[in-house]
C-alpha cells in the first residue's frame, strides 16, 4: 500500500463494504477523539502502519460530519455501531453504489 493516498479510495459501495471500516480500533479512536475534542496530532499517527493512519482519519473525518448533521452519537464499544452512525454511512454507501451503475 506504499504511496496510497485518501484520493484513491472510493468509499465503499455497500455495507457489508463499510462495515469493516467503522470496526477497525483506529477508526474508533479517531471517532472518538474528535467527539472529545482532542486536536488532530500528526506526531501522534507516526509509526503507525498506513492502514491505521487512513483509518483514525476517516474515523475523525465522519464524527465531524455528524456533528455538522445534528447526529448526536454516543459510542462506547467499537464491536457494536451505533444504529445512526450505520444508518448514515450505509444511506452514503447506497447513494455511491447508485451513482456508480447510472448511465453517463
Not at 465503499?12 to 472518538?32: N, Y
Not at 496530532?41 to 475523525?60: I, S, T, V
Not at 447506497?94 to 448511465?103: G, M, Q
Request: charged share 25%.
Amino acid at each position: 500500500m506504499a504511496g496510497a493516498t485518501n484520493n484513491r479510495i472510493v468509499g465503499a459501495r455497500s455495507w457489508s463494504r463499510a462495515r469493516p471500516v467503522l470496526l477497525h480500533p483506529k477508526f474508533f479512536e479517531g471517532f472518538r477523539d474528535y467527539l472529545a475534542g482532542r486536536p488532530f496530532d500528526y506526531r501522534r499517527l507516526d509509526g503507525w502502519p498506513l492502514l491505521d493512519q487512513h483509518r483514525y482519519e476517516n474515523g475523525r473525518e465522519i464524527a465531524a460530519e455528524c456533528v455538522a448533521a445534528g447526529l448526536a452519537v454516543r459510542w462506547g464499544d467499537h464491536s457494536r455501531i451505533p444504529r445512526g452512525l450505520k444508518a448514515l454511512v450505509a444511506s452514503r454507501a447506497l447513494e455511491r453504489s447508485s451513482a456508480h451503475t447510472l448511465p453517463g
